[in-house]
């Protein structure tokens, strides 16, 4: 029997849910009645979910209640929707860091296949998900995977995100499981830190909004100057905080073949001080969503039997 299985990679980060094409806040709060306005609300078992918005509280785990469901719910949809599908066979590819992979993997696979088969609306569209696949590769490895064959023989990715930053040795294509570093100092971190500073100079925060436009583009938008200031110099200061775990960890920045990805990538180029020709930068926020697809892809032309493909 021949049929087309779709693959939709997610990238689930503590700030950000990123697809290929789409980039939401991770936020997901239940509506107690009907919506006036449907735009961004998942309905799924006779409960209504506006996704986006205020970013939830981290936690130690994605899976210790619906919300991650939910959120993925409505990262399919939108992805679906791009592609002008309603009904679709899925291959769902997500990642973990390398670190916790064996440890994490099986429970992100059942949480997220708990449904074969899901009916639900977004945008008061209604979509049927017949979920063929849950895979699960390694985050930052996915950041370059569709790049590997243009990177050094040996370098090392740093993928700072929203809620932690993986160090990954990579040689010949294989990461280097024993060296692999995860540490809780990613962005989130980094605006807490920017934040109690304009408490203490100012008496007031300033939107996590605004914090991320800055890193993002390195200018002020709105931003008074004298909170651009504590920003720029916090910023500078994650970016040294960085280098220094690096060395802290034998790598010598002058030579050592380093790609930045994630959404620090950015902070690095426009704040760090380190330059040369040793550091590359992969500034698309979506590039672990894009290298899940593109894992997931290989998986699916490797195993064709198991998807009954002809």
């Not at 802290?248 to 959404?263: K, R």
Request: glycine letters at 8%; one cysteine or more; charged letters at 25%.
């Amino acid at each position: 029997m021949n049929k087309h299985i779709e693959v939709i990679g997610v990238d689930h980060g503590w700030s950000g849910i990123k697809t290929v094409s789409q980039v939401f806040t991770t936020g997901v709060k239940e509506i107690t009645t009907e919506p006036a306005f449907f735009n961004n609300v998942v309905e799924y078992n006779g409960s209504y979910y506006k996704v986006g918005g205020k970013r939830l509280e981290v936690r130690d785990l994605k899976v210790e209640n619906d919300n991650f469901y939910l959120l993925t719910l409505a990262a399919a949809a939108k992805e679906l929707n791009r592609r002008g599908m309603r009904n679709a066979d899925i291959l769902l590819s997500v990642g973990l860091p390398l670190t916790r992979f064996g440890a994490e993997k099986q429970d992100f696979i059942e949480y997220r296949s708990r449904n074969k088969e899901v009916t639900f609306r977004f945008d008061k569209e209604q979509y049927r998900i017949n979920l063929a696949r849950v895979s699960v590769f390694p985050q930052c490895y996915a950041a370059v995977a569709d790049r590997m064959k243009n990177l050094p023989k040996r370098v090392v990715v740093v993928d700072i995100g929203s809620w932690t930053i993986d160090i990954m040795p990579i040689e010949d294509s294989a990461p280097n499981e024993a060296e692999c570093i995860t540490l809780r100092e990613g962005l989130i971190k980094c605006m807490g830190t920017i934040n109690d500073e304009c408490i203490r100079q100012h008496g007031r925060e300033i939107s996590e909004e605004d914090i991320q436009e800055v890193m993002r583009t390195g200018k002020a938008g709105k931003l008074p100057q004298k909170y651009m200031a504590i920003v720029e110099e916090c910023l500078k200061g994650y970016a040294e905080k960085v280098y220094n775990i690096l060395l802290e960890h034998g790598y010598n920045l002058d030579i050592t073949e380093i790609v930045f990805v994630g959404g620090g990538a950015t902070v690095m180029k426009l704040f760090g001080s380190h330059e040369g020709s040793n550091i590359q930068y992969i500034e698309d926020v979506k590039a672990n969503a894009k290298g899940y697809e593109f894992l997931g892809r290989l998986y699916i032309s490797t195993h064709k039997r198991e998807f009954g493909l002809g």
